[in-house]
């Protein structure tokens, strides 16, 4: 009788792209007991405890089936894989257990971040619009586009269109997938949006003068209409030095 020679195989630890799966596959190894000119290739597939990035701590592999898909090339002896008795490293009950981790898979952003127009209320705070966006990462699984906390900051406080606005703080979340599975991309952008003029009404002060023998009227103050949320002054905003001139109804004293 030949016995076959013993050989020992160790799996290198296993590392994949987060794909939704725990599947795994033998990403390399290495054989102590074979003859000179032969060489062994360990093939096979196996599964990660866990099929998320955080939680992914190890890989586990069927020893059958290893061997099975296993291929052994010879370049003198013309040795064959069933000259072999292989056994595995840290093999307990015909599985063997090697490190695994998984990296972050891309997402794809889709859409524009948006700023809203608004009337003048002497701030450069902007209202941020993500509804257009979307989050898509592997087998159709979505991230959700998050606002809150999120700022978008106008060029100027004053009235103006095309205003250049800056916006910061968007953020990704969990949604059918989860966020931590994912490279989680920069999504400050940039926008424009329009300030439009606040709509204001003044009081004029009734005028006076001594006659002149003209109609002429000058203008001698006035006051805004009380405020509301579009309209009237805003803020600790004044208005003062109210000038201009104008016509009586009548040259003479009344």
């Not at 490293?89 to 981790?101: D, E, F, K, Q």
């Not at 906390?149 to 059918?176: D, K």
């Not at 931590?180 to 999504?187: E, F, G, M, R």
């Amino acid at each position: 009788n030949i016995t076959p020679k013993a050989v020992t195989v160790t799996l290198s630890n296993v590392t994949k792209t987060y794909d939704g799966t725990t599947n795994a596959t033998v990403s390399g190894s290495t054989a102590t007991g074979l003859l000179s000119g032969d060489t062994l290739t360990v093939a096979g597939n196996g599964t990660y405890n866990n099929q998320h990035v955080l939680n992914a701590t190890n890989a586990s592999f069927n020893t059958a089936g290893l061997t099975n898909s296993s291929n052994l090339t010879s370049s003198t002896l013309g040795s064959q894989l069933s000259d072999y008795a292989i056994s595995y490293t840290n093999a307990t009950s015909g599985t063997v257990t090697v490190g695994g981790t998984i990296t972050k898979a891309n997402v794809t952003l889709a859409g524009n971040i948006t700023a809203n127009d608004k009337v003048y209320d002497a701030t450069n705070t902007a209202a941020i619009n993500a509804s257009g966006v979307t989050a898509t990462g592997v087998h159709g699984e979505t991230l959700t586009v998050n606002t809150t906390g999120a700022t978008g900051t106008f060029n100027t406080t004053h009235a103006g269109n095309n205003l250049a606005v800056a916006i910061n703080n968007v953020t990704l979340g969990n949604g059918t997938g989860l966020v931590s599975d994912y490279n989680v991309q920069n999504l400050n952008t940039n926008a424009t949006a329009n300030i439009t003029a606040r709509s204001l009404t003044l009081d004029l002060n009734n005028v006076t003068k001594v006659y002149d023998g003209t109609t002429t009227a000058t203008a001698t103050g006035g006051t805004a209409a009380a405020a509301t949320n579009t309209t009237g002054l805003d803020g600790s905003d004044t208005i003062t030095g109210v000038t201009g001139t104008g016509t009586y109804n009548s040259a003479h004293v009344s």
